[in-house]
């Protein structure tokens, strides 16, 4: 779907990652059951693990999609997860779900070393570290 300004859904998606978690200081993830994070596989094979650059929008999905429905939201601080998780990912194979948002859960998935390059001169910045959700 494209938006009144010309970007897709999953672009300003995109965007509004890019801006809000740094600024946040945190991202969210879902946990299932069993306490594993939660990285779906997608129809080509690969998996993707989801990110929120907000915690509103990690439960709007909860709610939204029957799938997720109970799924435990957590959060860690945005420096930690680029400098420790984002590199795990890469070693792992698993892309990066994008502010995932609709009845589906979709959006972009983006490769972890795209991820680290979008936030290339931030590692050091400092960012408010609020208790984990």
Do not use: C
């Not at 994070?37 to 080509?44: G, L, Q, R, T, V």
């Not at 009845?103 to 998935?109: C, I, K, N, Q, V």
């Amino acid at each position: 779907m494209v938006g009144r300004h010309g970007l897709t859904v999953s672009a300003a998606h995109s965007a509004a990652f890019r801006s809000e978690a740094p600024a946040a200081g945190r991202v969210w993830t879902l946990l299932e059951n069993d306490g594993s994070y939660i990285a779906p596989h997608k129809p080509d094979g690969s998996r993707a693990m989801p990110f929120w650059s907000l915690r509103s929008r990690a439960q709007r999905v909860v709610e939204q999609v029957p799938a997720y429905n109970g799924l435990e939201i957590v959060s860690m601080p945005f420096d930690q997860w680029l400098r420790d998780f984002v590199p795990w990912l890469a070693e792992q194979g698993v892309l990066i779900g994008v502010n995932w948002s609709g009845e589906r859960a979709t959006g972009y998935d983006v490769s972890p070393q795209d991820m680290l390059g979008w936030f290339t001169g931030l590692e050091g910045s400092s960012s408010p570290t609020a208790a984990i959700d």
